[in-house]
């Protein structure tokens, strides 16, 4: 039997969630489909996703279409919950992208579609919504080939178009001979030759292109009336290219969901892509290829998910036992080194506690929250007894604010949303500290350099030092503490971009005393290696200086042409940069860089400047120093190694004078 894992995507709103009801219906997995606004959808399970009516954790249900297994997963459309979306990506033989026949192609549409393409996952299109008033076909497939992509196959006409009674009516164009010819030399040349082309002959050449993510079907229907939802499932069925993996090679797979189940135990939900995994196999997974032993086993099966004993390469599965699981953790042998498909969340918020709240209770439970999404990252400040969270977006927050009041009964509410800021050294800066010698109070010696580095080559470790000079462990303490010290540079922001280089070392052998034991006063440890380095790299970027850099969006923003006079000042104040501007029919188009901390504002008031009619499409893209204005702190959380005396007030008692 083949598999197919298939992710479902789309705009929020296009019908997703409905098009997966619709399809477990016309397969046989529930008896009726459940809606949206109704609140009872088989995949929309938390509490929070019924009553919004979007789906906020991706759900996996499987169906079988004649011989073909299909895990289904459906992801969420909001821009807030991209980083769910991206953890699916990796997972996925097929996709099929959502696109309302109304509102036609949307900006996460495109978002999505790019990444699609840039991934080369085999996609098929379904325009939803043919029965709405105001559908259109031959609008919306021109949008698709000039926003999405050209290479694209209409598998069909629409009758009705627009009214209750729409119908899907299969069929290949005469034009679907162009496209494909496109991508197959040996095909145009078959049809010059032979002038006629079988059907036959399309369709294989279709299947091959589309297994390819070379060109993709497009399916017209309605997930409420059903309409078109045959001729998707057949699609599936036949265009999408099975799972693949070698269930007797070595055990490799990737976790891209955890969850807590009834009893507090961790589940993770992993997609296998060789070998079989077994109940009691014990198998090292994520960065530090801790090993974990599997003690139990679920498959997803015909709607539900069944105990198994083992799982092999191609499916998904749920695994108990694993405890230091993580999202994104690689099982077994490690593929290529997991990616971030999507950029990481640029905003964060501090989470205040209600009255009575016990802060312990809500740290455990926001580290929970973090083990389920890595890019929740927290930050806890000690002094101030305060837990920052990290976000894309304002709805964001009222997930974690309900899911904490619901699954924790905790309640909390945030502070203004703030932008996360990165700071690059200015130039090269060095210092060193000698062991013994004032006013050093480590048994250490520590010398380390900073330089600037390319952008977006994160932080290097070096030495100029032989390796031999000292015990391996004292070289690997001062390297883990450089890299934990950058996480807050001088104005408190993680420094990246750099190269640290060691340049002196040095320690006081291990010694003691006549008829006695080791002598820690008299003999470097590694806490005398993780408490002086960052005094030393504190003082090198000091010497330095650093910049802080602020989250820079990519935009364009379509707009009636008549609206562009009270747009351009908005976007002047918001420090919006248009680089292009052109005009297209009666619309204008804008092309630009935005601060990431000034895009909600700009979604909330484009309705308004815009008559309703504007569009913005943004996405992280860079960071760009500030120029203007106070440069902005972060609160730092360590022990504050600017401030020599307070530092070692916290971290030592051997401070002299």
């Known amino acids: 039997m083949h598999l197919l894992n298939l992710g479902i995507l789309a705009h929020v709103d296009a019908g997703k969630t409905s098009l997966t009801e619709r399809l477990l219906h016309s397969v046989g997995v529930?008896?009726?489909?459940?809606?949206?606004?109704?609140?009872?959808?088989?995949?929309?399970?938390l509490a929070l996703e019924r009553q919004r009516g979007i789906t906020i954790k991706s759900a996996v249900v499987s169906f079988a279409i004649d011989d073909v297994t299909v895990n289904l997963i459906d992801t969420p459309g909001h821009p807030d919950f991209i980083a769910e979306v991206e953890r699916v990506l990796g997972v996925l033989d097929g996709a099929v992208l959502?696109?309302?026949?109304?509102?036609?192609?949307?900006?996460?549409?495109?978002?999505?579609?790019?990444?699609?393409?840039?991934?080369?996952?085999?996609?098929?299109?379904?325009?939803?919504?043919?029965?709405?008033?105001?559908?259109?076909?031959?609008?919306?497939?021109?949008?698709?080939?000039?926003?999405?992509?050209?290479?694209?196959?209409?598998?069909?006409t629409v009758g009705g178009l627009g009214t209750p009674a729409a119908q899907f009516v299969p069929g290949l164009p005469e034009a679907a001979l162009d496209v494909l010819a496109d991508h197959d030399d040996g095909l145009l040349a078959a049809w010059v030759e032979g002038g006629d082309m079988s059907h036959v002959t399309l369709r294989a050449a279709l299947t091959t292109q589309t297994g390819q993510a070379l060109v993709h079907p497009v399916h017209f229907g309605s997930a409420i009336t059903g309409a078109g939802v045959n001729a998707l499932v057949t699609g599936i069925k036949e265009l999408l290219p099975p799972a693949d993996g070698d269930p007797e090679g070595p055990v490799s797979g990737t976790v891209f969901k955890v969850e807590r189940g009834p009893a507090g135990e961790k589940v993770a939900y992993a997609r296998m892509f060789s070998g079989t995994l077994r109940t009691r196999d014990r198998i090292p997974f994520g960065e530090t290829r801790t090993e974990g032993r599997v003690t139990a086993i679920s498959v997803f099966d015909h709607g539900t998910d069944v105990r198994a004993d083992g799982v092999p390469a191609g499916r998904i599965a749920r695994l108990w036992g694993l405890t230091d699981i993580r999202t994104g953790d690689a099982l077994g042998e490690p593929r290529k080194?997991?990616?971030?498909?999507?950029?990481?969340?640029?905003?964060?918020?501090?989470?205040?506690?209600?009255?009575?709240?016990?802060?312990?209770?809500?740290?455990?439970?926001?580290?929970?929250?973090?083990?389920?999404?890595?890019?929740?990252?927290?930050?806890?400040?000690?002094?101030?007894?305060?837990?920052?969270?990290?976000?894309?977006?304002?709805?964001?927050?009222?997930?974690?604010?309900?899911?904490?009041?619901?699954?924790?009964?905790?309640?909390?509410?945030?502070?203004?949303?703030?932008?996360?800021?990165?700071?690059?050294?200015a130039g090269p800066g060095a210092a060193v500290e000698f062991n013994k010698k004032d006013p050093n109070p480590f048994l250490a010696t520590v010398g380390l350099r900073v330089d600037p580095a390319p952008v977006g080559s994160g932080v290097q470790f070096r030495l100029e030092v032989e390796l031999g000079a000292m015990p391996y462990a004292f070289f690997k303490a001062v390297e883990d503490t450089v890299r934990e010290t950058l996480g807050q540079g001088l104005h408190g922001w993680q420094v990246t971009d750099c190269t640290v280089t060691?340049?002196?070392?040095?320690?006081?052998?291990?010694?003691?005393?006549?008829?006695?034991?080791?002598?820690?006063?008299?003999?470097?440890?590694?806490?005398?290696?993780?408490?002086?380095?960052?005094?030393?790299?504190?003082?090198?970027l000091r010497r330095a200086g650093t910049r802080v850099h602020e989250p820079m969006h990519r935009f364009r923003l379509e707009a009636p042409a008549d609206t562009l006079g009270a747009l351009l000042p908005v976007l002047a104040a918001l420090r919006a940069v248009p680089q292009t501007t052109r005009t297209q029919d009666a619309a204008c188009v804008l092309e630009g860089a935005v601060p990431a901390g000034r895009v909600h504002e700009l979604e909330q008031r484009l309705p308004g400047l815009t008559r309703g009619e504007g569009e913005l499409e943004s996405a992280f893209d860079h960071y760009a120093p500030i120029t203007y204005g106070t440069v902005p702190e972060r609160p730092r959380t360590d022990h504050n190694p600017l401030n020599r005396k307070e530092y070692l007030l916290n971290v030592t008692r051997r401070v002299t004078g």
Request: aromatic share 6%; net charge negative.
């Open 98 to 156: 959502v696109v309302s026949a109304v509102e036609g192609v949307q900006a996460q549409t495109r978002v999505l579609m790019r990444t699609l393409q840039r991934l080369r996952i085999p996609t098929l299109l379904f325009v939803n919504k043919i029965d709405r008033r105001g559908a259109r076909y031959d609008g919306v497939l021109r949008e698709i080939r000039e926003r999405l992509t050209p290479a694209v196959v209409p598998m069909g």
């Open 337 to 425: 080194a997991y990616e971030h498909f999507f950029a990481p969340p640029t905003l964060e918020t501090v989470v205040v506690p209600g009255p009575g709240v016990d802060t312990r209770k809500l740290h455990l439970a926001l580290t929970q929250l973090a083990e389920q999404d890595p890019l929740i990252d927290l930050r806890h400040d000690e002094v101030r007894q305060e837990t920052s969270v990290s976000l894309y977006g304002e709805v964001q927050k009222e997930v974690v604010q309900a899911t904490l009041a619901e699954e924790f009964g905790l309640d909390v509410t945030f502070r203004e949303t703030t932008v996360i800021c990165i700071e690059r050294p």
């Open 502 to 540: 060691m340049t002196h070392s040095g320690y006081s052998p291990r010694q003691s005393h006549a008829h006695q034991g080791f002598d820690k006063s008299m003999s470097s440890t590694g806490h005398d290696f993780r408490g002086l380095t960052p005094l030393v790299l504190i003082e090198a």
């Open 30 to 45: 529930i008896d009726e489909p459940g809606r949206v606004d109704d609140g009872n959808t088989r995949t929309d399970t």
